[in-house]
């Protein structure tokens, strides 16, 4: 079941003279995580904020064509209701916490849905757990490191247990280890509890391992779209300048060689070691 | 010419950001600075063009002390980009922003025109000339915050991480741009998370944890040293992580770029195969 449906979708931002989404019909499944990428100024961040209902009860301007998210059509239902069923962080912390503590600003959204006190404690105590912070419950966002800020921005949107959760390059300001972490806990949030994931990136190198599908735009256009590892096979993804993983950029030039490496294309720096060690092998 | 002794830095709420730094920076070098977030790198950095004075030690720019000069006159010398392009951006146009810093130097009409349109020709922002800074995408402001710094042709270059947004293309371009600079003797400092940026720049690299240097030397050595990057919470670049799982092949350590791995694995399986 599709749980992000649109068709032939374009946006116009007020004021703009051009779309910054042109006839975006893309489909993506319950429990799939999906990466978004493209280059600078494609449309990817404007095609998320269509997503949770930003677009076009927040920025207004001009959207056509049709959008669903867990079959409630966007325009007819107000951000507060769609929050329920999509979160959405954002790339800098500092940008989404406010609070004095990370516990009220995990609590925050639900407070706002009008939830039960035991409730609430239960929700947020799980979605400290999960994000391995609850020993950070008292301490005061501003004062953690950008990894910690961050793992609290995806506690307060895991809190309110939606279906789908929206990542706009939710790393960059990370260090590698703590990005590294950050992808691991949200690629065990999609696996074990089946949640839906749209990551938006440009550092191939460091997420497509972790998807099953993969979305590539260029100027307010899908041009590519399908299976991760089918679609980084094809040669077109170079064309438009995507920085594909240097493990999986490695095997296709070695392949081109004459080199024989194993059939399944790699997304890692693990999985090109494999079919290394393999030829060196045989 | 930057040169750095032994320098400590305090924050007023008690923080000690620098512990102790000294290096020498020449001209025409292109250093990374990396580290985990809150080392020290930014607050680093800041010292170049004198709006952080150190608490003990000396910052000399050229042989002058930043302590001696004013952060207008540096800044002429020292150009300075931001991680955050809204801490920069606040002209009603992409053009005002960049013509700016250009009149505020005394610049004539006639070059702060040519410079403009370089600028923004080098950075690919020429569509955007009359468009409000505000209405474009993160990386897109970011480049226009490098554009405005780049027009005035400093001789020393800091970028607080300039590929974050960044496509693949626009990476290329800062790269070369980056080399270009090296090519006229002047200094780019980046500081950055973006260890495969780093990896195809093969720059000189400072690794910093908590407020000390603790590696200094060629990205395909520092890069390469998983013992000291794990504990500055940094990964190595992918082509790396390959060679470092493949101890038992006997191939060399120390590899980064791609275009080497593919040579190296070539001639080893060759090898085999004989």
Same mark, same amino acid.
């Given at each position: ?24 019909s ?8 999906? #990466?978004?990428? $493209? ?65 009220k ?34 301490? !005061? ?31 960059? @300001? #990370? ?18 509890? $089946? ?19 993969i ?16 679609? #980084? ?12 993983? *240097?493990?999986?950029? #490695? ?15 790699? /997304?890692?720096?693990d ?12 | ?25 020449q ?28 608490? *003990? ?10 302590? *001696? ?11 300075? =980009?931001?991680?955050?392009?809204d801490?920069?951006? @606040?002209?009603?146009? =992409? ?21 403009v ?14 468009t ?18 780049? !027009? ?24 070369? @741009?980056?080399l ?10 980046? =500081?950055?998370?973006?260890?495969? @940026? ?8 400072? /690794?910093?944890?908590?407020g ?7 990205a395909?050595? =520092? /890069?390469?040293?998983?013992g ?39 001639n080893?399986?060759? *090898?085999?195969?004989?």
């Amino acid at each position: 079941m599709a749980v992000i449906e649109t068709k032939k979708l374009t946006y116009v931002y007020p004021g703009g003279t051009k779309p910054s989404i042109t006839d975006v019909s893309v489909k993506i499944e319950k429990g799939e995580f999906t #990466l978004i990428t $493209g280059p600078s100024g494609c449309g990817k961040t404007t095609l998320c904020r269509c997503f949770n209902g930003l677009i076009p009860h927040f920025y207004q301007g001009e959207l056509k064509g049709e959008i669903t998210v867990t079959g409630l059509n966007i325009v007819e239902h107000p951000i507060y209701e769609l929050a329920k069923h999509v979160g959405l962080v954002f790339q800098n912390p500092e940008n989404q916490l406010f609070a004095l503590s990370v516990e009220k600003d995990v609590a925050f959204g639900l407070e706002n849905l009008g939830v039960s006190r035991e409730e609430m404690r239960k929700k947020v105590d799980w979605a400290l757990n999960l994000t391995g912070i609850y020993d950070l419950r008292e301490r !005061a966002p501003h004062e953690l490191s950008g990894g910690q800020q961050q793992r609290v921005a995806i506690a307060s949107v895991l809190a309110m247990q939606p279906g789908v959760i929206i990542l706009d390059e939710p790393t960059s @300001f #990370l260090d590698p280890l703590s990005a590294k972490k950050i992808f691991e806990v949200i690629h065990e949030l999609n696996r074990n509890l $089946g949640i839906t994931v749209v990551l938006v990136e440009h550092r191939l190198d460091l997420t497509a391992r972790y998807s099953d599908h993969i979305i590539i735009m260029d100027e307010g256009k899908v041009i590519l779209d399908g299976e991760t590892r089918e679609i #980084l096979r094809s040669e077109e993804a170079r064309l438009v300048g995507i920085g594909i993983p *240097k493990a999986t950029r #490695l095997y296709q030039i070695l392949r081109k060689d004459g080199v024989k490496l194993g059939n399944t294309i790699p /997304l890692s720096s693990d999985e090109m070691a494999t079919l290394l060690r393999e030829a060196f092998k045989a | 010419m930057i040169e750095v002794e032994d320098i400590y830095f305090i924050y007023p709420s008690g923080v000690e950001a620098l512990k102790g730094i000294s290096l020498t920076i020449q001209n025409g070098e292109f250093i990374a600075i990396m580290g985990q977030n809150g080392a020290g790198k930014t607050t680093l950095v800041k010292h170049f063009n004198g709006l952080l004075k150190p608490a *003990k030690g000396k910052v000399l720019i050229d042989r002058v002390e930043t302590t *001696k000069v004013s952060v207008a006159t540096l800044a002429r010398n020292v150009g300075f =980009v931001f991680q955050n392009p809204d801490h920069q951006l @606040f002209s009603e146009t =992409v053009e005002d922003e960049i013509t700016f810093a250009l009149r505020n130097f005394g610049f004539k009409e006639n070059i702060i025109k040519k410079r403009v349109t370089w600028a923004l020709n080098l950075l690919g922002l020429t569509q955007y000339r009359k468009t409000s800074p505000f209405m474009l995408s993160g990386g897109e402001r970011k480049r226009v915050a490098l554009a405005s710094v780049l !027009a005035w042709n400093p001789k020393i270059l800091i970028l607080d991480e300039p590929t974050i947004g960044q496509d693949y293309q626009q990476k290329e371009k800062l790269r070369q @741009f980056i080399l270009q600079m090296k090519t006229q003797r002047k200094t780019t400092i980046i =500081v950055t998370h973006d260890v495969e @940026f780093v990896a195809e720049c093969n720059p000189r690299v400072l /690794l910093m944890q908590d407020g000390k240097i603790v590696a200094d030397g060629e990205a395909r050595k =520092v /890069l390469t040293s998983p013992g000291v990057l794990t504990q500055a919470s940094i990964v190595p670049p992918q082509v790396a992580q390959i060679f470092l799982q493949l101890p038992d092949l006997e191939l060399p350590k120390n590899v980064i770029d791609i275009y080497e791995a593919q040579k190296i694995l070539l001639n080893s399986l060759e *090898k085999k195969a004989k």
